[in-house]
């Protein structure tokens, strides 16, 4: 079935420093979708890419989606303690089952 | 109804007992799923609901549980003669139809 890799698994990372997690699919994708689980707490959606090298910002995060539709990245740059956290990359399967990635989680030392 | 509620949010029960978990979803929402979460990894996806009709459910899925919808509305996730490796973080999710998946906040099972 349908499954996605992300990389790293883990990463810890001095405040203001760069984050980059990267999430791959053996298939092309129609979409993918960035999620964030904070500790203690359930997936929040972040956002979602449709285009092939679409390329997304929300304030400090940025999602990239690849050109092959089969792997997309997210950025954070000058990491806070706020940032701390899973992140998720989920793809559907058909037309409505999320499938989700193994998760980066993040540690953001102050 | 400003999210998904899901009830209890922790359950202990001993193993081989039933239990019962809900989900009430967003009002407007016609679609959604169960999924399972243990420690560090992602969710598991465990079965999906459009409207009152179950359309899949994993392999992973044992006969002991089952979901219903019976309304389209609410939804149940009953785990018969609970064992120890059902311990997990069920989350319940619901979205319309090409938009995100809205999660609550789970329920957290420990079979002792």
């Known amino acids: 079935g349908q499954q996605v890799m992300q990389i790293p698994q883990y990463q810890h990372v001095q405040e203001g420093e760069d984050f980059t997690t990267y999430c791959n699919s053996s298939?092309?994708?129609?979409?993918i979708q960035w999620y964030k689980q904070r500790p203690g707490g359930h997936p929040v959606f972040l956002i979602q890419l449709v285009k092939s090298g679409e390329v997304k910002k929300q304030k400090r995060l940025t999602f990239q989606f690849g050109e092959a539709k089969k792997n997309s990245s997210l950025h954070i740059t000058a990491t806070q303690t706020t940032d701390v956290g899973t992140y998720f990359c989920a793809v559907t399967s058909g037309t409505y089952k999320y499938i989700f990635g193994t998760g980066t989680r993040l540690k953001v030392l102050a | 109804d400003t999210g998904v509620s899901q009830n209890p949010r922790h359950k202990i029960t001993k193993r081989g007992q039933n239990v019962t978990f809900r989900c009430d979803p967003i009002s407007e929402h016609n679609r959604l799923y169960w999924y399972r979460q243990t420690l560090g990894q992602g969710p598991e996806f465990l079965t999906y609901?459009?409207?009152?009709?179950?359309?899949?459910k994993s392999r992973l899925l044992s006969d002991r549980f089952s979901a219903e919808r019976p309304k389209g509305s609410f939804s149940t996730l009953e785990i018969q003669r609970t064992e120890q490796g059902d311990s997990a973080m069920y989350l319940c999710?619901?979205?319309?139809?090409?938009?995100?998946?809205?999660f609550g906040q789970g329920t957290r099972l420990t079979v002792v």
């Open positions: 609901f459009q409207n009152e009709a179950q359309l899949e």
């Open positions: 298939t092309t994708l129609s979409n």
């Open positions: 999710a619901s979205s319309s139809m090409t938009a995100e998946a809205f």
